[in-house]
């Protein structure tokens, strides 16, 4: 009787467990709730349509909203701030770029730091810069501009989407290395093509995506193109190495969390992102804005972030550059 009676309460404790298993699961799935993925730049530009085609896959994937929340300002650091102090649940992530591995890299002081606040989740893809200049420059290739340049020291204007930006760092880069020096106009994000239309600026080192409507419009000339071999939108456009060794600079987004976001979170959204980019169609979504995907793990993220920040940090320090 003693043996039926422990074998009942068993069978009931067991039971009990079972029945709690699907509630446990639940209270442990990942995202619970919308997810909020907020991208710097503003609503219409090339990181937000880059959230926004990533946000729909890992919804659709994961089944809940991804909510894109568009934080503008000074190159991206609005959003990179609110982000590293947000809870670390995994329900608020942000649209990286390669502006924060610049962050990482510059002395100054800001809100936060890039490198110890933000863990990396997934690179998405990886986009050439191009060297464009105003119609009017007298200058239809690298060597013509950089002969342009030297006749006229500091008299032409280098335009940029803000001081630290990525676009600022390439051209810098390339007055180094082709031995010129360009005055730096910065603007505010996208306003520098108003800069570069209305002939206030002669040369930017502009993303593919926005600049390549302006470009095949004929409002622009493109010269080079930053990464080590051609863009396959711009396939006439030869790379800015050609012309001076060892120049390569290459943009990149992907998906970052606050530093103590759980495992399961950062594998989950990794493992969703790298299916969106097996997928042909999500890969010519990214073909048609200029990229190549970037799959890979959070430590392969890691490790770009970290060579990037390296490089960066030679051309700020040689440059001099401070943020404003």
């Known amino acids: ?7 009942s309460m068993l069978l009931s404790s067991g039971a009990a467990v079972l029945c709690g298993l699907p509630q446990a699961a639940r209270a442990q799935a990942y995202p619970s709730r919308p997810v909020h993925l907020v991208e710097g730049y503003g609503a219409g530009g090339a990181p937000d349509v880059i959230a926004r085609l990533i946000g729909q896959r ?22 990179a701030e609110f982000v590293a102090k947000s809870p670390p649940d ?121 600049s390549l409507p302006l470009i095949n419009a004929g409002k622009f000339r ?12 711009l396939p006439e456009v030869p790379p800015l190495g050609d012309h001076l060794a060892g120049y390569e600079l290459s943009s990149w987004y992907g998906i970052g969390a606050p530093k103590g976001t759980p495992a399961v979170a950062i594998e989950t959204i990794n493992r969703a992102v790298n299916d969106a980019l097996a997928d042909p169609a999500f890969k010519a979504q990214l073909n048609d804005l200029g990229g190549t995907p970037l799959p890979g793990s959070p430590a392969d993220f890691g490790r770009l972030i970290a060579a990037d920040s390296k490089k960066m940090a030679k051309v700020i320090e040689v440059a001099n550059i401070n943020l404003e």
Do not use: C, W
Not at 1 to 7: L, N, V
Not at 222 to 233: D, F, G, I, N, Q
């Open 58 to 79: 890992l919804g659709e994937k994961l089944g809940k909203p991804f909510v894109i929340d568009n934080k503008p300002g000074a190159t991206g650091r609005i959003a």
């Open 222 to 233: 493109a010269l080079a193109v930053t990464t080590a071999t051609r863009s396959h939108v």
């Open 90 to 210: 995994g329900h608020t992530l942000l649209l990286a770029n390669i502006n924060n591995a610049i962050d990482a890299a510059m002395k100054d002081k800001l809100g936060y730091d890039f490198a110890r606040d933000i863990e990396p989740v997934a690179a998405i893809h990886v986009v050439p810069l191009v060297m464009e200049v105003h119609p009017a420059v007298a200058a239809t290739n690298v060597a013509e501009f950089v002969a342009l340049a030297k006749q006229q020291p500091g008299k032409i204007n280098m335009g940029s989407a803000g001081t630290g930006s990525v676009t600022h760092i390439a051209g810098e880069l390339f007055q180094l290395l082709a031995g010129v020096s360009l005055y730096h106009i910065p603007y505010r994000g996208s306003q520098i093509f108003q800069g570069l239309l209305g002939g206030q600026v002669q040369v930017y080192f502009g993303p593919v995506a926005s």
């Open 1 to 7: 009787m003693a043996s039926f009676h422990r074998r």
